[in-house]
């Protein structure tokens, strides 16, 4: 009788170790990518001419090892070590050329069509419930300044059409597009249930895109002054162009905040602090500052003007446990900054995430119950 229930509980364990399941983020009917108890992924892709098939990816994706295999019929297994929680950015490298996994869904990211698979972390936050939906619309203006058309997405929350409302201005980060937050971040479902829950206040949410350069400058090279000249423009664009039509068009009621990840992070703050007296609050996500040296760490982001602000905007920072040391020292310099001059901020840590999309939700989560208040 012991023997037998060791037995079987032995096979029990074996069955639910090799538990797979299909990821989120694969097309509709595809079993793989699948991933298993223990956050190993499974991808099996048909490359039947390919002499190597390597595993690549974001940043949550390099420090997983994998190891790959070819059947006789041309079918490339690829066996990974766990993979943390969030979102990741991957491809393959087929015979040293970069490839997307044909079984999964594209995201742009990289710039360009980016494979992307979500290792659940068990939060609900940011998946779609039986309440009540806001929507979220398409829309677009000519720039003078960048001399072309700007596209931006639109969330307008659920109860839109009862009244006027907060506007929040949020950017994506380097190499996505204004189809991030909706796709990668899940906007809609995260303002949806909190607006449900009643624990964030209803608003509007603009999702601009993070590049603002006239045809010329777009032949500069893409390093950092080109992208503090940008952020300066999209400043502009923002502030004269932008919300005078958001304003104009939008049932709006004149509060406004401005946050963003990564490189978007810096534009926000780079908007937000030259403009302290038009955003209640600014959100920095993943905090990036560029430009900046030992001694002018702050060289192209005058933060010092929020300690002359009247207003004093709410500011909050965000970041992954395990982003890298470049993330932390940039955190930690906005950190001491903020403490030194006794003004208020809130710090938020995104417990085991690295530099990806699920930090990012959080952040959001988190933000979005903090402004407005008002």
Same mark, same amino acid.
């Not at 979102?87 to 015979?95: G, S």
């Not at 700007?150 to 980060?173: A, D, M, Q, T």
């Not at 380097?174 to 303002?191: A, F, H, K, M, S």
């Not at 006794?342 to 085991?352: A, C, E, I, K, L």
């Given at each position: 009788?012991?023997?037998?229930?060791?037995?079987?509980?032995?096979?029990?364990?074996?069955?639910?170790?090799?538990?797979?399941?299909?990821?989120?983020?694969?097309?509709?009917?595809?079993?793989?990518?699948?991933?298993?108890?223990?956050?190993?992924?499974?991808?099996?892709?048909?490359?039947?001419?390919?002499?190597?098939? *390597?595993?690549?990816?974001?940043?949550?994706?390099?420090? *997983?090892?994998?190891?790959?295999?070819?059947?006789?019929?041309?079918?490339?297994?690829?066996?990974?070590?766990?993979? /943390?929680?969030?979102?990741?950015?991957?491809?393959? =490298?087929?015979?040293?050329?970069?490839?997307?996994?044909?079984?999964?869904?594209?995201?742009?990211?990289?710039?360009?069509?980016?494979?992307?698979? /979500?290792?659940?972390?068990?939060?609900?936050?940011?998946?779609?419930?039986?309440?009540?939906?806001? +929507?979220?619309?398409?829309?677009?203006?000519?720039?003078?300044?960048?001399?072309?058309?700007?596209?931006?997405? *639109?969330?307008?929350?659920? =109860?839109?059409? +009862?009244?006027?409302?907060?506007?929040?201005?949020?950017?994506?980060?380097?190499?996505?597009?204004?189809?991030?937050?909706?796709?990668?971040?899940?906007?809609?479902?995260?303002?949806?249930?909190?607006?449900?829950?009643?624990?964030?206040?209803?608003?509007?949410?603009?999702?601009?895109?993070?590049?603002?350069?006239?045809?010329?400058?777009?032949?500069?090279?893409?390093?950092?002054?080109?992208?503090?000249?940008?952020?300066?423009?999209?400043?502009?664009?923002?502030?004269?162009?932008?919300?005078?039509?958001?304003?104009?068009?939008?049932?709006?009621?004149?509060?406004?905040?401005?946050?963003?990840?990564?490189? &978007?992070?810096?534009?926000?703050?780079?908007?937000? *602090?030259?403009?302290?007296?038009?955003?209640?609050?600014?959100?920095?996500?993943?905090?990036?500052?560029?430009?900046?040296?030992?001694?002018?760490?702050?060289? /192209?982001?005058?933060?010092?003007?929020?300690?002359?602000?009247?207003?004093?905007?709410?500011?909050?920072?965000?970041?992954?446990?395990?982003?890298?040391?470049?993330?932390?020292?940039?955190?930690?310099?906005?950190?001491?900054?903020?403490?030194?001059?006794?003004?208020?901020?809130?710090?938020?840590?995104?417990? &085991?995430?690295?530099?990806?999309?699920?930090?990012?939700?959080?952040?959001?989560?988190?933000?979005?119950?903090?402004?407005?208040?008002?």
């Amino acid at each position: 009788m012991k023997l037998s229930l060791i037995i079987c509980m032995f096979f029990i364990q074996l069955f639910f170790a090799q538990d797979w399941k299909s990821s989120s983020t694969n097309l509709s009917g595809k079993e793989f990518p699948r991933i298993n108890a223990k956050n190993e992924v499974e991808f099996k892709i048909y490359f039947p001419d390919a002499k190597s098939v *390597v595993l690549d990816g974001g940043d949550g994706m390099k420090n *997983v090892k994998s190891v790959s295999e070819k059947d006789n019929n041309g079918f490339w297994t690829i066996t990974t070590s766990p993979v /943390e929680i969030g979102f990741h950015y991957y491809w393959l =490298n087929v015979d040293g050329k970069r490839t997307n996994d044909p079984n999964t869904q594209l995201y742009f990211g990289y710039g360009q069509p980016t494979s992307g698979i /979500e290792i659940p972390s068990g939060e609900d936050f940011f998946l779609r419930k039986n309440i009540r939906h806001g +929507k979220i619309l398409n829309d677009s203006l000519y720039s003078n300044i960048t001399k072309n058309v700007r596209n931006f997405k *639109v969330y307008l929350p659920p =109860n839109y059409e +009862k009244g006027k409302f907060p506007v929040l201005y949020l950017y994506h980060g380097t190499g996505e597009d204004i189809t991030g937050w909706e796709r990668q971040g899940y906007i809609e479902n995260i303002l949806d249930n909190l607006f449900a829950a009643k624990k964030a206040r209803e608003m509007i949410v603009i999702m601009d895109y993070g590049v603002a350069l006239t045809p010329e400058l777009e032949r500069m090279p893409d390093n950092y002054p080109r992208t503090v000249l940008s952020s300066k423009k999209l400043d502009k664009w923002l502030v004269s162009e932008l919300m005078p039509y958001i304003e104009k068009h939008y049932k709006t009621n004149g509060n406004n905040a401005v946050a963003g990840l990564s490189r &978007g992070s810096y534009q926000a703050m780079l908007i937000g *602090v030259n403009h302290p007296e038009k955003f209640s609050a600014i959100g920095a996500f993943s905090p990036v500052i560029y430009e900046g040296t030992q001694a002018e760490p702050y060289k /192209e982001l005058p933060i010092q003007n929020l300690l002359k602000s009247e207003k004093k905007p709410f500011f909050f920072i965000g970041i992954g446990e395990k982003e890298g040391n470049l993330f932390e020292e940039f955190n930690n310099t906005l950190t001491a900054f903020l403490k030194s001059n006794d003004y208020p901020f809130v710090q938020y840590r995104s417990p &085991g995430t690295y530099h990806e999309w699920l930090t990012w939700r959080r952040c959001l989560y988190q933000f979005a119950q903090k402004i407005f208040k008002k």
